[in-house]
């Protein structure tokens, strides 16, 4: 019997159609005879469809008329499993009905790649594909992914965090961060992916332009030094905590002073439709030295594994080539076109890494099924709330 594989896309996220692009890209990719593949596409209310062109990307040049020939679904757990079942259910004719072995995710930004979706399908009780809920959260917030590579000896740049209340006293803020870090520096909100909002600043006129757009998308934005002379080297790692491994290294070409959302999903696909990221001018692999590569790709593995990361990652070095120092700069724990094209240069063709994604997913369901949650107790036999003020078990 064919696996049951619920590819899950879209979703209330500034990165909603890249999702589609990813999504639909893998399942072009996915074995046929081993999976029974169900496109479920999320629109930007996270509510669920199903139907026949919910897998087909010409479909969704026209969403609202997609929309209205699928079918909403939900997700339950029956006690013997869990379900993609129709809502609201019909009174008369067939109810849409159908289990689930597996989900695999191919999400991206706020509200589905920081863990809010994990938890959500962890709690359902069904095996998903990909990070955990924590390892989730910390991919996708910048700061709290930096304290803790550099906890585990991953070189890392400074970087400080302004909240809303800062924002409140933008002068202040200003002046904080022209004393520590000076011109040139970079504004990125705290948890979004592909390149949105982000914008480095020269001076202080684009500085509080930056800050303005950052907060846009986020109530927390990170500063941090913007590296002069960068090179951008990116490394996919693909496994769990307890074994991971690196694939070929790229330098991604880009034409501002960051590789833009422009550069990663628009100037590329113009007159072809969009690849998502597998169309990026890169170079694949990286013109760096044999020392480099190994560098960077032990480094990836080594903070793919501190993050208690699964599946596969992309994460993205820097090179300040003022000094050729080599600094973390940020992990996608659900990568564009999930970084296939770091894996066919050293043998691992899209369809084969999709398996492998599966598999872990499926080892990891196997391993919690060991793991003790409950425990018999008679504490609530025994409690009492004390009268009205209540009182300590």
Known sequence: MSLKVAVLFGGKSVEHEVSVISAIQAIYSMNKEKYDIIPVYMNKKNEMFVGEDVGNIDAYKDIKGLIEKSQRVIMINDGEGVKLIGYPQKKFGKNYDTSVDVVFPIVHGTNVEDGNLQGFLKTVGVPFVGCDTISSAMGMDKYIQKLVLKEAGVPVLDADIFRLSDYED????LDKIETKYGYPVIVKPVNLGSSVGITVAKNRAELTDAVDDAFRY???????HAVSKLREINCSVLGDENVAEASEC????????ILSYEDKYVSNAKGSGSKGMASVS????????PERREEIRTLAVKAFKA????????????IDEEDDSLYFNEI??????LAFYLWEPIGVPYTEL???????ALKRARTE?????????????SASLGGSKGSKL
Request: charged share 25%; hydrophobic share 40%; with cysteine.
């Open 218 to 224: 986020a109530s927390r934005v990170l500063v941090e």
């Open 250 to 257: 790229e330098e991604p070409m880009h034409t501002k002073d």
């Open 170 to 173: 933008m002068e202040g803020l």
């Open 354 to 360: 999709l398996d492998r994604m599966i598999e872990l």
């Open 332 to 337: 996608n724990t659900i990568p564009g076109s």
């Open 307 to 318: 993050l208690g990361c699964s599946g596969v990652s992309r994460i993205d070095f820097m």
């Open 369 to 381: 099924e060991n793991i003790t949650y409950a425990f018999d107790t008679n504490i609530l036999n």
């Open 282 to 289: 890169r170079k694949v692999p990286a013109e760096i030295s």
